[in-house]
């Protein structure tokens, strides 16, 4: 530590020197007048004593220092102080000053980690002797105690910001450095080192094409900048110029848990080209990040693999799991990217995703990801992989996620990423639902939740050949639009309009079909102006709007509409609906022929892998071209098929239109009967069901029938209030098969399998209270898992069902429920309960009973309900269970008695299966085996039955070890039980 009192400051460690030496050799080219920051020191002074200049290394401190030195003309002392100084030596040394008028404090940023030294500075500082100014130069701040000496008045701080070269100075230093320098040029070397004068003269220096980072600037950076740091504080200065910006919680994923305490440290220097400012997030600190200077980074960056070559693998790969576990995953990427390593990218991104709770929210990043990493090393992860399939579903690239379908499919991956993805099956499903074959082996899959229910009963009512059951949900908002296009093909237009003023509404163009192809031209305007602008362009919305357009008779706008869509349409599967409905738009131009020749044979095959929905429509429109065309036999072979389809799918959308134009056809071939059977059939079965534009258009091409007596019904809204109550035709009977699996259900002989077990237990529930049961009660019994809002929303669902599978509308009064009156409801459950207890009551049993005894117990092959859990379904599973293996035990006493030992096997096996441990059972089954004269096959059954009651840590009774020791069987009427 020196004292100089002279104009001059001394060199550190030396002693006194001449006036005109200075400590550092500065080339006087490099030093440019300041005027504003002249000022700005000036007007410090005037507010106190003390001076402090805060700010990095090379942010020209003691230039300005010793500018302001010489504009003062009298005595300065300079104070250099050094880190390994004694108390003794800075207090000689700043009583030795204390006479001077002008003190000039360097270097102060060495004595701030002494407690000592920094107490003998702040002292000195905060009580400076009469008549002297102190300017303090470091680098580092002096912490709490700067506050204290500005609220005593006594200091003035001056920041980073003041030193930095202003505009106005940039074309000054240019000169004064390298004068053939243009303006821009300079201006944009001084962005780049954003105001940091040693890399602004530097650079201007050495600035040339060829070398636009000289290593004398990165060897300037790592001695004055990076060296006298900590080596954590190095660690993570480095790494962080490998950021946009270097946070709090950045620090922790590449330091860990030291890291917060390091970036404190960090914080707290006067870095140049650093900037302190707010981090990521509503609630960050005002100054929680450090910005890097584009120079630096680079200079950082040229510097971090050669000082930290052997960590710096391990800690790209910690801080890029640090970003993917925050939910950071562009910028996970961006690191992996920068560092050239597309596997770690892959590796972060898999960790991240997997502990999503779901996956769809970076769906919109992944074709970002393709770009940056590359598919295949995408695919190389099962969890990417779902993501990738996801993303092409929702940009609608379906003919690509489909080949990565199959090749997945092929290579034996799609188990592994659906069990990774669950939630995937649902976009699967979606994704081949114009390729329900292929999409078959998904349906089964119940591992994701009501948007794969959305996509099952879509695939299901398109393409299904019994009638599809709609899910439970009943507002399904996003999946609202695949519902809907099944609900479409039922006919069930009505429902559809209902959800207008829902969030089932928005966004939705199976709204604007079912108002179009219902006659509700403004409902259908005002649906399609419900469609997002930017969403209109989607090729299902454009076929919504050319066909709004054909039933506004703009024909020529819906083919152009469709031409222009076709393409996209072809990569979202909807390629057929495209070419129908252009094929419908020439029929209705009066080009029967064209109409037919545009529908090429893969349209119009049944028993093709297309949705059966589509091929009825399209068989539809090539019906009535062939009546356009007079070419009825045509019409019959075309028609036919497709009416009958329908009919047995339930899919009414468009089945009273084929109706018409196949009894047309028929009328026109003179088969009048024909043409009377199918309009009786069809009007009785779909009710108000269906679409008035298409049966209209049918109609309207149907001159025989209405010129005829074959349509009693003189206008179509006639015909829909006539349908209306055929809609409200019961069944005569059905019948409940609850003991097979799954449970049937029989409607007039009719046998449907019943899609949910909720429908066959409502039944049975019925079944069970012929008088009707308290509707809440009813409820409670069938969702006893939820509340009463929400079961009350699942009861109507099943209600509807009811009606759905069977055509059964149940009765209420007051508040109960019933089945009703006129529909016989034969459950073999009760068949069989009341034939058990009937043969309780008597004593001798003839052949008839006999008989009567041997079809109830056939009536029970199995358990009750199997797969149902609810509570009152077990008692009743328990209760006839105990009934049946006492009517069995029935029969075989008869059997026995009567040596029928055939009869006596084939239900004793049957009762054991289900009850293992029936000691009576087992010895029947060895009394019947003695009278065939078999007494192996008796000795296996007492074996069988030693080990079944060995599992209960029991013995066989003695009636069965009689048995077993008996040489000849007792009479069975002696030991019969009562």
């Given amino acids: 530590m020196t004292d100089m009192s002279t104009a001059s400051p001394a060199p550190r460690g030396a002693g006194p020197t001449p006036p005109d030496a200075w400590p550092m050799s500065a080339d006087p080219s490099a030093t440019i007048a300041r005027a504003a920051l002249s000022r700005r020191i000036a007007d410090g002074f005037a507010r106190g004593p003390v001076v402090m200049v805060v700010a990095g290394t090379g942010t020209g401190k003691t230039t300005i220092a010793r500018l302001v030195a010489k504009e003062r003309q009298e005595r300065v002392g300079w104070v250099a102080l050094e880190s390994g100084s004694t108390a003794d030596d800075l207090r000689r040394v700043l009583h030795g000053a204390s006479t001077t008028p002008f003190v000039v404090l360097d270097d102060v940023e060495n004595v701030v980690d002494d407690p000592d030294l920094i107490g003998i500075l702040v002292g000195y500082l905060a009580s400076p002797p009469a008549g002297t100014e102190i300017l303090a130069l470091t680098t580092r701040s002096l912490g709490p105690v700067v506050g204290e000496l500005v609220l005593a008045g006594t200091c003035d701080v001056i920041g980073p910001s003041d030193l930095g070269v202003r505009s106005e100075e940039v074309a000054a230093l240019a000169a004064a450095v390298r004068p053939g320098l243009s303006e821009a040029e300079a201006t944009r070397i001084a962005e780049r080192a954003e105001g940091w004068i040693a890399g602004c003269v530097l650079l201007m220096r050495l600035f040339g094409p060829s070398a636009p980072l000289s290593p004398v600037l990165v060897d300037l950076v790592e001695a004055r900048i990076v060296d006298g740091l900590s080596l954590d504080e190095q660690d993570l200065l480095l790494a962080g110029s490998l950021l946009d910006r270097l946070t709090r919680q950045d620090t922790v994923g590449l330091l860990g848990p030291r890291g917060e305490s390091v970036f404190g440290a960090l914080r707290t220097r006067m870095l140049p080209m650093i900037e302190r400012g707010p981090g990521r997030g509503e609630n960050a600190a005002p100054e929680d990040a450090l910005f ?17 070559a052997g960590r710096l693998p391990e800690l790209r790969r910690r801080f890029a799991m640090h970003l993917s576990l925050a939910g950071r995953f562009d910028a996970a990427v961006d690191w992996c990217v920068r560092a050239g390593d597309p596997r770690l990218a892959v590796e972060v991104l898999q960790e991240g995703i997997s502990r999503l709770p779901d996956p769809t929210p970076i769906v919109p990043l992944v074709e970002r990801w393709v770009e940056l990493i590359g598919e295949p090393y995408l695919l190389a992860s099962d969890i990417l992989t779902a993501c990738r399939i996801r993303a092409l579903h929702a940009v609608r690239r379906i003919d690509r996620a489909v080949v990565l379908i199959h090749q997945l499919e092929r290579d034996g991956r799609m188990d592994d990423v659906v069990a990774v993805d669950p939630g995937i099956v649902g976009v699967v499903l979606w994704t081949l639902h114009s390729r329900p074959g292929e999409a078959e082996q998904y349906v089964d899959d119940r591992r994701d939740g009501h948007r794969a229910d959305a996509v099952r009963f879509m695939i299901a009512a398109t393409s299904g050949t019994e009638p599809a059951l709609s899910p439970l949900t009943t507002r399904w908002e996003n999946m609202a639009p695949v519902v809907h296009w099944g609900m479409l093909w039922q006919g069930r237009c009505m429902e559809i309009l209902g959800t207008v003023g829902t969030s089932d509404a928005v966004d939705n163009p199976n709204i604007v079909l079912a108002a179009a ?28 709007r050319a066909a709004l357009d054909i039933a506004g008779g703009e024909t020529d706008r819906a083919r152009r509409v469709l031409r222009e869509s076709a393409e996209a349409a072809r990569s979202t599967g909807g390629e057929n609906h495209h070419e129908i409905l252009d094929a419908w738009a020439a029929l209705k131009k009066g080009s029967p022929a064209e109409a037919a020749a545009a529908l090429r044979p893969g349209l119009v095959e049944l028993d093709g892998v297309e949705r059966r929905a589509i091929t009825e429509w399209a068989r539809l429109v090539l019906g009535l071209a062939m009546l356009d065309l007079d070419r009825p036999r045509d019409t019959v072979d075309v028609l036919g098929p497709a009416v009958e389809s329908m009919l047995r799918s339930r899919r009414h959308l468009m089945v009273a239109a084929a109706g018409y134009a196949l009894a047309e056809a028929h009328s026109r071939l003179g088969d009048e009967s024909a043409a009377r059977a199918v309009l009786a059939d ?89 008088d009707g049961i308290e509707r809440g009660r009813l409820q409670e019994r069938l969702f006893p898992e939820v509340g009463r809002s929400r079961g009350g929303n699942h009861f109507r669902q099943i209600i509807f069902r009811l009606r759905e599978l069977t055509g059964v509308r149940l009765e209420r009064s007051d508040n109960a429920v019933s089945w009703p009156k006129s529909v016989e409801l034969v459950a073999e459950d009760d068949t069989f309960e009341r034939a058990a207890l009937a043969v309780r009551s008597i004593k001798e049993l003839n052949a008839e009973d006999m008989r009567f005894l041997r079809e109830a117990v056939d009536l029970a092959p199995g358990v009750y309900l199997p797969g149902s859990n609810l509570a009152w379904v077990e008692q009743r599973r328990v209760y006839l269970s105990v009934l049946h293996e006492e009517a069995v035990s029935t029969l075989l006493w008869c059997a ?12 004793a096996s049957r009762a054991l299966e289900s009850n293992p441990f029936s000691e009576e059972i087992y010895g029947l089954l060895m009394r019947a085996e003695y009278l065939g004269g078999n007494r192996v096959a008796a000795m296996a059954v007492y074996r069988r039955a030693h080990s079944a009651l060995a599992e209960l840590g029991l013995e066989p009774g003695p009636e069965l070890r009689r048995l077993a020791q008996a040489a000849v069987p007792t009479t069975p009427r002696a030991t019969r039980r009562s």
């Avoid at 069944?731 to 029989?746: K, N, S």
């Avoid at 026995?896 to 239900?907: I, P």
């Fill in 682 to 770: 069809f009007r009785s079965r779909v009710g108000s069901l269906g679409s008035s534009y298409w049966a209209d258009e049918a109609l309207g091409r149907c001159y025989r029938l209405r010129s005829g007596d074959l349509l009693n019904l003189a206008t179509p809204q006639e015909t829909a209030t006539s349908s209306a109550t055929a809609d409200d035709r019961l069944p005569q009977r059905v019948d409940l098969r609850p003991f097979h699996e799954p449970p049937g259900v029989v409607v007039d002989g009719v046998e449907s399998m019943a899609r949910r077990m909720k429908v066959v237990e409502l039944i049975a529930d019925l079944a069970q209270h012929p």
């Fill in 896 to 907: 026995v008695e009567a040596s029928d030992v055939e009869m006596v096997r084939r239900y």
């Fill in 292 to 308: 890097y200077a584009p120079l630096l980074k680079e200079c950082l960056q040229e510097i971090l693999p050669r000082r930290r």
């Fill in 517 to 544: 192809w219902t006659g509700r031209t403004e409902d259908a305007e005002a649906a399609w102006q419900d469609i997002p602008a930017e969403r209109r362009a989607r090729p299902h919305a454009q076929f919504a």
